[in-house]
């Protein structure tokens, strides 16, 4: 079993920035891929990014690019999301995540959730 928790939400005006953290722990051994989903309310959950744990490659949606950076840090088991020029439609939960192929929606292991509210 893993468990990954995330950390880092909160409230913050238009423009300004976040990072939030997973922590990803127990049988770690052979993760594949780490990201983050979001979903706001009323909306279906949505891939945000994922990296490989191998390699660091990362994939963004097409609404984060240029604004959110994923990055992950082995030696902790942690995957860290920075974003940056926030606006109010990035308001949601964000879930961290981890399995063989988040932007194929095959997920092993999902985070409790933090809440991101963007004010405008």
């Known amino acids: 079993q893993v468990q990954v928790v995330e950390s880092g939400g909160g409230l913050v005006q238009a423009g300004g920035s976040l990072r939030l953290s997973c922590a990803a722990s127990?049988?770690?051994?052979?993760?594949?891929?780490m990201g983050w989903f979001r979903q706001a309310p009323g909306k279906e959950r949505e891939i945000v990014a994922a990296i490989t744990w191998i390699g660091g490659s990362s994939t963004y949606a097409d609404s984060v690019k240029g604004r959110f950076t994923i990055s992950r840090d082995n030696a902790k088991n942690t995957v860290y999301l920075q974003m940056n020029s926030l606006k109010p439609e990035d308001t949601a939960v964000y879930y961290c995540?981890?399995?063989?192929?988040?932007?194929?929606?095959?997920?092993?292991?999902w985070g409790q959730g933090t809440q991101v509210t963007v004010s405008s």
């Open positions: 127990g049988r770690t051994f052979g993760l594949l891929n």
């Open positions: 995540a981890a399995g063989p192929s988040l932007f194929r929606l095959i997920v092993d292991y």
